[in-house]
C-alpha cells in the first residue's frame, strides 16, 4: 500500500517534514532530551559530529562517543511532540521515502530517553538517577491507537481504584520499558519505579495557581498507589508515551531522569545541573559498555 502525500509528509530536499531527517543522518542507538541546549551538552562529549539539523524545538545531532555511533535529538515537551517524533524517526528506517511504502525488513531502535524530574517518594532523594520500569501514560495520546497488545490491566484497574480516576478523563494505559535497556543502564547508583506521564504541567499534575483542579488530593492518591511493592515514584510528561508508540512499533525504549526536587518532602537540588552533567556521563558509558 501506498502512503498518501497527506499522510507521510516530506519537506521539499525529501526530509521527513517536522525532524528535518533523511534516513543516512540518524543511527540506531538513539537519546532524547527535552531541552533543544540539552542536545549540545550531551554531543559535546562525542570525538566526532557528523551531522546536525534543527527545525523549531526539534534538534538533531549524530556523531560518536567511544566509537559508538549516536543521535541526541530533543523532543520538547509532551506526548504530543513524541507522537510526532516517534512516528517520524520509525518511518525513516522502515518506510521506503521514495516508494512510500512499508520495508519488508524491519529495522529496530534503541532509544534512551535522559531526563529530570522530581520524586514523588521520601525514599528517592534529589541528586539521585531514577530508571522507568514502568510508564503509566494519563495523557491519552496514545488511546488514538490501538493499543490491546501492550496495555497492562492489572496496573491500570488497580490505579483507577486506588485514585478514583474520574471517567471523564482518559482512562490510565501501563506500558512496560525494555528490559534489555534498563538492565544496560543499571547500576547500584539507579532506583527504578514506575514513571507517571501526564498531559500538562500544571493541572494535570496537581498544581495549583489561580485555577481549581477536579483532583485536589490527586498527588496524594498517586503517590500512596502501590504495585507489587513498585510506587509511582515520579511526574513528568514524556516517559509512557515513549514506551506505548515504541512498544506498538517495535523498538526499544527505556528513560532515565536526574533527581533534581522531591515533591514529598519539598526539597530541590542545590545543583541540577551538575547532576544532569554526572547522568549524561553515566548513561553514555552504560550504553558503550
Known amino acids: 500500500m501506498v502512503i498518501k502525500k497527506s499522510e507521510l509528509i516530506l519537506?521539499?530536499?525529501?526530509?521527513?517534514?517536522?525532524?528535518?531527517?533523511?534516513?543516512?543522518?540518524i543511527a540506531s542507538d538513539i537519546i532524547f532530551v527535552g531541552d533543544q541546549d540539552r542536545v549540545d551538552q550531551i554531543t559535546k562529549h562525542f570525538e566526532t559530529i557528523e551531522f546536525t539539523t534543527q527545525k523549531r524545538e526539534f534538534k538533531t545531532t549524530t556523531g560518536t562517543y567511544k566509537k559508538?555511533?549516536?543521535?541526541?535529538?530533543?523532543?520538547g515537551i509532551g506526548s504530543d511532540n513524541i507522537d510526532i517524533v516517534l512516528n517520524e524517526?520509525?518511518?525513516?528506517v522502515n518506510i521506503d521515502l521514495k516508494t512510500r511504502t512499508v520495508k519488508k525488513t524491519h529495522t529496530q531502535l534503541n532509544i534512551v530517553r535522559i531526563g529530570t524530574s522530581g520524586s514523588l517518594q521520601t525514599?528517592?532523594?534529589i541528586n539521585s538517577f531514577l530508571i522507568s520500569t514502568y510508564g503509566l501514560d494519563l495523557s491519552g495520546m496514545l488511546q488514538a491507537?490501538?493499543?490491546?497488545?501492550?496495555t497492562n490491566s492489572e496496573i491500570e484497574e488497580k490505579f483507577v481504584k486506588h485514585t478514583l480516576w474520574s471517567n471523564q478523563k482518559a482512562y490510565p494505559i501501563a506500558i512496560?520499558?525494555?528490559?534489555?535497556?534498563?538492565?544496560?543502564?543499571?547500576?547500584?547508583?539507579?532506583?527504578?519505579?514506575?514513571?507517571?506521564t501526564a498531559g500538562g504541567f500544571y493541572g494535570p499534575q496537581g498544581r495549583v495557581l489561580r485555577l481549581p483542579v477536579q483532583d485536589p488530593n490527586l498527588i496524594d492518591k498517586i503517590s500512596s498507589f502501590n504495585y507489587n511493592e513498585n510506587s509511582i515514584t515520579n511526574l513528568e510528561m514524556e516517559t509512557a508515551a515513549i514506551y506505548g508508540l515504541a512498544k506498538l512499533l517495535k523498538h526499544n525504549?527505556?528513560?532515565?531522569?536526574a533527581i533534581i526536587a522531591n515533591r514529598a518532602n519539598g526539597t530541590f537540588s542545590e545543583a541540577p545541573y551538575k547532576t544532569i552533567e554526572k547522568l549524561i556521563i553515566y548513561t553514555l558509558n552504560k550504553l558503550v559498555e
Open 89 to 92: 524517526l520509525d518511518a525513516l
Open 145 to 150: 491507537y490501538k493499543i490491546d497488545a501492550i
Open 123 to 125: 525514599n528517592i532523594p
Open 68 to 75: 559508538k555511533r549516536f543521535s541526541v535529538i530533543s523532543t
Open 253 to 257: 525504549a527505556c528513560s532515565i531522569n
Open 176 to 196: 512496560k520499558n525494555s528490559k534489555k535497556l534498563e538492565d544496560k543502564l543499571s547500576s547500584t547508583k539507579t532506583f527504578k519505579g514506575i514513571t507517571a
Open 11 to 25: 519537506n521539499p530536499d525529501n526530509s521527513i517534514y517536522h525532524l528535518n531527517l533523511k534516513p543516512e543522518h
